[in-house]
């Protein structure tokens, strides 16, 4: 029986989708979901440019379709199964193995990006399986990416140099100029690219231990721990986020800096949030900044997030005095019957401080963190737009940018990510 074994009985939605067996040294599968893509070649010809990694690849593009999509959708979907079958024949010298997954337009109701993921994911678990690889790397891509030049051996040396890495976040850069999209698509993507920078920097600014970009476009896990964490979710939009957030309490997450994924800035109307979704809905509000979450509500998260070691010696009546003495916000989003018996039962549960740490943390995780900054900024703090929230912060941070556009606001932020 392979690592994969029950999880593909029980887990998997289709039977095996790929007939060719994989090659025994596979030992990276690269899965790309496509709805209505009109240039899949793009990537492609960006991923036949790369270095070769010290094993075989193999990419895994999953076209697929919701049972309501459009008609143009459609044919694009068609044309993106033709670009790949004549991109194979005219590319046989290509070192990885390509793959076109063509699932049938409503194949599950409620079909969205999840389930594509899924999909892909599930069969690339089921490959490595075949071969029992269960280090073998799944990443994710979108099709409107491109990808540094040392992206495959990057990735893969970055897994291989320590034993504990089992999953992570690549970096990305949106293109913030050219000539495929208007100046006023660039413009927004520099506000929303910050504002992701910016929500980041803030998270570490708290002191919130687990802090990773969630791009599904910029992603990738060892198979194993794939199966261990149940595979991917079936949400048909921020699965990329539930999916990573199941995976970090794991141990093992990290962050690769030392390659760049090139993700598209143009909107999209595939799914209700991301990136594509506030591009399309900057482009409806011209002149509008993007708005973010105010800094000072992460002021007060650090200084909840400060106590955390001095609630594992505290009594009942000093649990007591800790709320009292938390800020208004947190206040507001925690009542004092919860805090005191979450607390308790955490301590209950615990025998030694790094213990604690992990279960408060699990406890207050991101999903936490975001309904506290939803709820604070309906009832204390005002959302303020992404360029002055990132000045802000830097202001806190005792560090100084040339220039407060935005611009140079998101390159100052970029390095800022790249110096860690």
């Known amino acids: 029986m392979s690592f994969a074994s029950d999880y593909i009985d029980r887990r998997t ?3 095996p989708l790929i007939k060719e067996a ?5 030992g990276i599968i690269i899965v790309i979901p496509s709805y209505g893509e009109e240039n899949v070649v793009r990537l492609l010809d960006s991923l036949a440019l790369t270095s070769r990694p010290d094993c075989e690849a193999e990419v895994i593009v999953v076209v697929n379709a919701p049972a ?7 044919e694009n979907n068609r044309k993106t199964l033709s670009d790949i079958e004549s991109w194979n024949r005219q590319n046989t010298n290509c070192w990885f193995r390509l793959f076109a997954l063509d699932i049938k337009q409503g194949a599950i109701p409620e079909w969205g990006v999840g389930l594509a993921r899924k999909t892909g994911m599930d069969e690339a678990a089921r490959r490595f ?12 891509l979108d099709a409107d990416c ?4 040392n992206y495959f051996s990057a990735i893969c040396n970055e897994f291989r140099s320590k034993g504990n890495r089992k999953a992570c976040s690549i970096y990305f850069e949106h293109p913030l100029k050219g000539d495929e999209f208007p100046e006023l698509i660039y413009n927004n993507i520099t506000l929303y690219e910050l504002h992701l920078r910016y929500y980041l920097q803030a998270l570490k600014y708290s002191g919130y231990p687990w802090v990773f970009h969630t791009m599904g476009s910029a992603m990738a896990v060892l198979a194993h721990e794939y199966v261990l964490a149940g595979g991917m979710n079936r949400r048909q939009a921020g699965e990329d986020f539930y999916f990573i957030q199941k995976l970090i309490p794991l141990g093992g997450y990290f962050s690769i800096n030392s390659t760049t994924v090139y993700p598209s800035p143009r909107s999209s109307f595939r799914v209700p949030f991301g990136t594509g979704a506030a591009i399309e809905k900057l482009s409806g509000e011209v002149g509008k900044p993007w708005m ?7 002021g007060e998260l650090k200084v909840l997030f400060s106590k955390v070691d001095f609630l594992f010696e505290s009594n009942a009546d000093q649990l007591i005095k800790y709320f009292v003495d938390l800020p208004e916000g947190v206040k507001l989003f925690i009542k004092c019957e919860e805090w005191i018996a979450k607390i308790t039962e955490i301590k209950n549960n615990t025998s030694g401080l790094q213990t604690f740490r992990k279960r408060f943390f699990n406890w207050f995780n991101m999903f936490m963190i975001v309904r506290y900054l939803n709820t604070v900024h309906l009832q204390l703090f005002s959302k303020i737009p992404a360029n002055e929230a990132a000045a802000d912060l830097l202001q806190k941070l005792g560090k100084k940018c040339p220039s407060f556009d935005p611009p140079d606001l998101l390159l100052f932020y970029r390095e800022m990510e790249l110096d860690n």
Do not use: K, M
Request: glycine share 2%; with cysteine; net charge negative.
């Open 13 to 15: 939605l289709f039977p």
């Open 292 to 298: 973010t979450y105010n800094i000072e509500a992460f």
């Open 129 to 140: 399986s075949l071969i029992d690889r269960p280090d073998g790397i799944i990443l994710n």
């Open 68 to 74: 309501d999509a459009s008609s143009q959708s459609l």
């Open 146 to 149: 491109t990808v540094a030049c």
């Open 22 to 26: 994989p090659d025994i040294n596979t």
